[in-house]
Each structure stands twice: as C-alpha cells, then as structure tokens.
C-alpha cells in the first residue's frame, strides 16, 4: 500500500506544483490588466474570463495539495490538545462521516456539469469574449477527484494510526 500512497502523495504536490503557476499567471494577467486600463487608457477583453478560469484552476489544484500537507482551516481549540492517536480516531471519524461522501457527491456532480460542459461547448457569457468554458469545468473535476484521492488515502493513514498507533510512513 506504500506505493501507492506515494503515488498519491506525488500527485498532489505535482498538483500545487501546476497551482503555483496557475497562480504566477494570474498575476501577470491582473497586472497587464491594470497596465492596459489605467496607464493606456485600454482595457482587454479577455482578461476578467481569463482572471476567473486562473484562479477557479488555482485554487481547484490547490486542494490536494493542501489536504496532502494537512493544511486545511480547521477548528483546533481541542484537537490541537490531542495525542496524534485520538486525532487519528477524530480524522477517521470525520473523514467516513463527512468528508468522504461530500467530495464524493461533489466530484460526481463536478463530473456532471464537465460532461455537459463538453457536450454543448460550454462558453462564457460574463463578457465580450465567450471563452470555452469545458476546460475549466475538466480543471474543476480533476481538482476535486484529486482532492478525494488524497483524502482517501489520508483516511487510510489515519485509520491505521488509529488501529495501530503509529503513524503509517
């Protein structure tokens, strides 16, 4: 099972790899945006689809790789007082109750509205430019699936922490 955690585990961080690009990009985006409005004196087209598909990628990349990390917002006022064992046992818990079947119902209906998406050749109507929006909708499902296989195997590490009392690396 090692393996294929650890293809998992790399997934991911190629994942936040490919986010952290997504991100530089929309940087660069926002500021030749506000170069060409306020300094020309001529604003883009593209640049509020391409700013809404950056950043709705970025973060869609970015969840596997926070989960992989463990970076999550959570509330730890008693979790942080824990032994790794009970948070393991309070993780598994979550994680089978919660967190497993939402990003589940979440990838199907993200799988959904990407077929969809690419049956109609989707476009965006927010501007003047009517980008294809399919490929954003393939970045949301890739990203959420992602999300779900980290958390899954997550929820492996954790049960086994949880059975066993150690950690599982």
Known sequence: MRPVL???????????????WFSLFLILIIVFEVFMRYVLNAPTKFSYEVSIAL???????????TE???????VDVFYIHM???T???FD???????????????????WNKMIWSWSVLEKSVEGFWYPPWYPLRTMIFLGWSLLL???????????YRAVKGKAYD
């Open 87 to 89: 948070k393991a046992i």
């Open 92 to 110: 598994s818990f979550g994680g089978l109750i919660f967190f497993i079947p939402l990003i589940a119902f979440v990838v199907f209906a993200a």
């Open 68 to 74: 992989s990390k463990r970076a999550h917002v959570r």
């Open 149 to 159: 296989m980290q958390g899954t195997a997550n929820f492996y590490r954790n049960v």
């Open 83 to 85: 032994s790794p064992r």
């Open 6 to 20: 650890r293809v998992i585990d790399a997934i991911s961080d190629w994942a936040g790899k490919i986010a952290r």
């Open 55 to 65: 950043g709705a990628s970025l973060y869609a990349m970015g969840y596997a790789y």
